[in-house]
Every structure is written in C-alpha cells, then in structure tokens.
C-alpha cells in the first residue's frame, strides 16, 4: 500500500508545480505522513484517517504563514496611479456646468469637483477618484487672480 501513498505525493507534488496556489504541496506531505503509517498497519481506513487528518493539520496550522509569505503589494498602474497626486488646474473648474481642466505628470484631465465650488485657473487640487475620463478634485491652493 505505501507505493500507492508514494505515487499520491508524486502526483499532488506535480499538482503544486503546475498550479499558483500553495495548498497541493501539504496534500502531498500528508501522502507521505499516510504512507510511514502504512508501514505499521494494513488497515486502509486508519491511513486513510491519517492522511486527513495531517491534512487538515498542515492547511490550517501554516494559513498564516502562507497568507504572509504570498501577501503581494498592491500597485496602481495606467489611470488610477494618479489618485491622490496635486495637479494645476489649466482651465476653470465650474462645478454647475461639470467644465474644467487640470494638469498632472505632464497630462491633460477633463476635471469636475463634487464640491459645490469654483476653483480658478492656476489653483493646486489633488485628484480624489477617477470617473470615465473626468478626475474629480479637491482644492489645495486657491489661486487669487485678478482679471
């Protein structure tokens, strides 16, 4: 019966290789774990029993340490990498009209405040979310000028 247990681990082994999570391999220690007790007795359903019991044991003693190890940092990327950075504003924001322009990392953004305000031209905002093709800010700097 051990061979049996062996070509189990081989095959969960081959599983964890061609698979992204990390949850197979334990399948495969517990295959070995059944297969050492399979040594000692014939009886089928203890192994059985030790093989999900190990299993069972390996998975959710090592969740956190998998959870921490796989833990990936997420980044923003294209469009949302903006969310959060100042920009100028290139062309009055008029809050009723939905009207403006802004100037961020060397793009333009069609902008709206969900603010019942006015920014003028030249103000520093920070751009709260994103929303279609509009950046929807907040002001920063009011700029006073003077036409």
């Known amino acids: 019966m051990w061979q049996i247990w ?3 681990a081989g095959v969960f082994i081959i599983g964890e290789i061609i698979t992204v999570g990390f949850l197979i391999f ?3 220690i517990a295959s ?3 297969m050492v007790v399979s040594f000692f007795t014939s009886n089928v ?3 059985m029993a030790v ?3 190990s299993s069972a044991i ?3 003693a090592t969740k956190p340490l998998v959870k921490k190890i796989s833990k990936k940092d997420h980044v923003s990327t294209n469009v949302y990498s903006i969310i959060g950075k100042k920009a100028i504003v290139t062309e009055d924001i008029d809050w009723a009209n939905g009207t403006g322009q802004i100037k ?3 793009e333009v953004w069609s902008a709206k405040t969900k603010e019942q305000i006015d920014i003028p031209e030249g103000s520093e905002v920070e751009i709260v979310s994103i ?6 800010v907040k002001p920063l700097k009011i700029a006073t000028t003077t036409k």
Do not use: H, S
């Open 26 to 28: 334990w399948l495969a």
């Open 131 to 136: 929303e279609g093709v509009k950046a929807y």
């Open 6 to 8: 062996l070509i189990a």
């Open 32 to 34: 070995l774990i059944a």
């Open 58 to 60: 390996l998975i959710f």
């Open 51 to 53: 093989f999900v019991i």
């Open 45 to 47: 359903v203890i192994q």
């Open 104 to 106: 961020c990392e060397g």
